[in-house]
């Protein structure tokens, strides 16, 4: 069992810049394709970005490109997600997420990340 555990939120002005992390304890994390959702209140959980095994092919959903960068450190068995020039329309929990069934990123299989951490708030003023 993958237990996934995030942290880095909090409140920031927008502009501001946030960096998430993700990591588990036993499992590495190295095998597996992870990703960020994000779910603000009153919406649906949507897909932010995902990354591939080894880190060298990424997809990212339309609001955030060009703002924020996913990256993973296999050695330190983290998932990180760099957050820049934020919005108030950024206000959201942020879940890490991993698809323990594959390397790979489907992007039109984005469901395929069922195992997820519990969030973390990130708070984005104006």
């Known amino acids: 069992q993958v237990k996934l555990v995030e942290s880095g939120g909090g409140l920031v002005q927008a502009g501001g810049s946030l960096r998430l992390s993700c990591t588990t304890s036993?499992?590495?994390?190295?095998?597996?394709?992870m990703a960020w959702f994000r779910q603000a209140p009153g919406k649906e959980r949507e897909f932010v970005a995902a990354?591939?095994?080894?880190?060298?092919?990424?997809h990212y959903a339309d609001s955030v490109k060009g703002r924020f960068t996913i990256a993973r450190d296999n050695a330190k068995n983290t998932v990180f997600l760099q957050m820049n020039s934020l919005k108030v329309d950024d206000t959201a929990v942020y879940f890490c997420?991993?698809?323990?069934?594959?390397?790979?990123?489907?992007?039109?299989?984005?469901?395929?990340?069922?195992?997820w951490g519990q969030g973390t708030q990130v708070t984005v003023s104006s």
């Open positions: 990354i591939n095994w080894s880190g060298d092919n990424t």
């Open positions: 997420a991993a698809d323990v069934g594959a390397s790979y990123i489907y992007p039109n299989a984005l469901s395929r990340f069922d195992t």
């Open positions: 036993g499992r590495t994390l190295s095998e597996y394709a």
